[in-house]
């Protein structure tokens, strides 16, 4: 009960100081459009789903067994606020606001940038402190850790059984897996820029219903959508696929949106994406069929639906935005840098052979509860004195 209460006090503090913040933080970026509020608030959330599922996936127990889906919910996100905020300023009148694709690159660096070379950095210190060994125990050279380090710098991914994959677990990013979906970000910022934005609306509808199918068939194929974060066995290729559907469905979603009236949409979809995370365990134990027919259905359905319906809600009260203002600032940083500290947090509980965990769940418990609370805090750190003001500065120049 101590712990649920320090947690309480925790967030009510932080919300606090980031509401002094909010005014000032505002203007960091004068030439950028108003943000949907909402749809910040939901990221936020969704990066909580995905801690979440990170610190018991190891475990024969989780509270949410589907959290892995909180990632094809940020590529729709993506998708939708990427075309809402540029999509008019390729060949806009004013040639103060009009966008080149230099100009393009040079924001979505800034915003994503900083936060990839801070993740990577704090994986390093987190691999060395548990003692710069592989899964298994194997040690690793210093070079092969800074040479992860530096592929992580420069966001390229790490082959399978290479030198540096510093973890062998075949992971594209070893120093800080969930970068993997900035990798395909990346990419698909690079599509948007040089062809998706100049695709009439139709051709891009059926770029969505092309790589939605394709989507379906992995899915169904392998009987759930957690590909993307290793190269081993066509890996690349299906986390392609895994962005591109949801990002072209977010950007088509921007050229033809059109707001319901709605109240309570933060509440609402907030309470939907967890209820994506957590419903598997209501069900028992799927088969891999209905198991893929379940993701897909989220990815294809539910999560579009999320983004129409958030951004949808009129007349935002106070309290709401606060809370959404405040959840969208920790997002980003929370998942780009949360992962080092699962590592941790996994070589203390120990594996044996087949990465089968040595300490049970009701042994760390206590270190379970409060992970995701270092998690926050370590982001909101982050955000306040390094992404914040590196942001600004870059912008400045």
Not at 203 to 217: E, K
Request: with cysteine; charged share 15%.
């Amino acid at each position: 009960m101590k712990i649920f209460v320090f947690s309480r006090r925790f967030f009510v503090i932080l919300q606090k100081i980031q509401a002094k913040m909010n005014h000032r933080n505002s203007s960091v970026f004068s030439d950028s459009k108003p943000h949907y509020e909402i749809l910040d608030g939901l990221r936020g959330v969704a990066a909580l789903l995905v801690i979440v599922f990170h610190v018991f996936e190891c475990f024969d127990w989780s509270p949410a067994p589907h959290g892995y889906l909180a990632v094809d919910f940020f590529f729709v996100l993506s998708g939708f606020v990427i075309g809402y905020a540029y999509d008019d300023r390729w060949k806009s009148s004013d040639e103060r606001k009009s966008l080149t694709i230099s100009g393009f690159f040079r924001r979505r660096l800034i915003r994503l940038h900083p936060m990839v070379l801070l993740g990577a950095v704090f994986g390093v210190v987190c691999f060395l402190i548990q003692g710069g060994v592989r899964w298994d125990g194997t040690p690793v050279a210093v070079g092969w850790v800074m040479l992860a380090l530096l592929l992580n710098m420069l966001m390229l991914p790490v082959f399978p059984n290479a030198s540096a994959d510093v973890r062998g677990n075949g992971e594209m990013f070893p120093l800080n897996g969930p970068h993997w979906s900035l990798f395909f970000e990346y990419i698909g910022n690079i599509l948007y820029a040089l062809l998706l934005r100049r695709l009439p609306t139709k051709i891009l509808a059926l770029v969505a219903i092309v790589s939605g199918a394709t989507l379906a068939s992995i899915a169904l194929r392998d009987g759930f959508l957690g590909v993307g974060w290793s190269m081993v066995d066509g890996g690349f290729w299906g986390g392609l696929v895994r962005m591109l559907f949801p990002y072209t469905v977010g950007l088509l979603m921007a050229r033809i949106f059109k707001p319901c009236k709605l109240k309570n949409a933060f509440w609402i979809c907030s309470a939907a994406i967890v209820l994506v995370g957590c419903l598997p365990l209501a069900f028992g134990e799927l088969q891999p069929w209905q198991n893929g027919l379940y993701d897909t259905l989220c990815v294809i359905v539910v999560f579009p639906a999320l983004v129409w319906l958030g951004a949808s809600e009129l007349n935002v009260g106070q309290k709401t935005a606060q809370v959404s203002r405040f959840l969208g600032d920790l997002s980003y940083p929370l998942y780009a840098i949360h992962y080092p500290l699962m590592y941790l947090f996994y070589a203390h509980i120990g594996f044996s052979g087949e990465l089968v965990p040595i300490a049970k769940l009701n042994d760390v418990w206590p270190e379970a509860l409060l992970l995701p609370v270092a998690c926050v805090l370590l982001a909101w750190l982050s955000f306040r004195f390094y992404d914040l003001p590196v942001r600004r500065w870059l912008t400045r120049r």
